[in-house]
């Protein structure tokens, strides 16, 4: 099912609606995050921060989501030399 909900996007991205995707995992917001301009980030159930996904990824401004961004950062350079 996930690999479905990816391919739809394209296609639902230029309709005259809003559309809300939750992902899980940052290498999925990635895929999707391409033509939308707002990225929520959400900790024990209360908006923490929200932007654009480059404010999001690029300068995040809570500590516990600069923390995350980072550990994340860290693993994906590990798996690319590993």
């Keep these: ?3 479905n909900v990816l391919a739809l996007m394209p296609k ?3 309709a005259p609606k809003k559309l809300m995707a939750a992902a899980w995992a940052l ?4 895929c999707v995050t391409g033509g939308h301009n707002k990225v929520v980030s959400v900790a024990e159930g209360r908006v923490e921060e929200q ?3 480059a404010q999001i990824f ?3 401004t809570s500590p516990r989501l600069t923390q995350f961004l980072s550990t994340w950062r860290d693993r994906q350079a590990d798996a690319q030399l590993g």
Aim: neutral net charge.
């Design 1 to 3: 099912m996930h690999t």
């Design 12 to 14: 639902t991205m230029h």
């Design 58 to 60: 690029g300068a995040p």
């Design 51 to 53: 932007g654009t996904p």
């Design 27 to 30: 290498g999925s917001t990635g």
